[in-house]
């Protein structure tokens, strides 16, 4: 809800021909990247539409609340790098944790198997 009310209100003044527009734009958008296979955030492309419409209301570019712009747009870049140390942080933590072969009980393991296969067979 909290989404949809900062786009549908804070970010650009709209009325029903302006959210038409952004949402026209943003369909034709996503639709052209499905045709050529190339990712897209929808939520970034509707907030470009968005931008698009509030940046033609008039020459002094005041339809936009930039503010609420630049914390969306740094709200896009803290997800990507918290993302990127998150996982780094997970598959370091699974990579590098300890496992039977670090600790030698596994080649422990086998030899005593070898020892018993060899009295069973009286080899």
């Known amino acids: 809800y909290n989404i949809i009310k900062v ?24 639709s052209l990247a499905s045709v050529y296979g ?19 209301e008039s020459l002094r570019c005041t339809g936009m ?3 609420v712009l630049v914390k969306t747009f740094a709200g896009w870049v803290i997800a990507f790098f918290a993302s990127a140390v998150i996982c780094a942080a ?15 009980a596994f080649s ?9 296969m060899r009295v069973q067979l009286n080899v």
């Open 108 to 116: 422990n393991y086998n030899n005593a198997m070898v020892n018993v």
């Open 7 to 30: 786009l549908g209100v804070q970010l650009a003044t709209m009325t029903p021909c302006r959210g038409f527009s952004a949402e026209l734009a943003t369909a034709l958008m996503i």
């Open 65 to 67: 609340n930039w503010r």
């Open 90 to 104: 997970v598959f370091s933590s699974a990579v590098f944790a300890p496992s039977i072969n670090d600790l030698g």
């Open 38 to 56: 190339l990712p897209v955030s929808t939520t970034q492309t509707i907030v470009g539409a968005e931008v698009g419409v509030g940046l033609s």
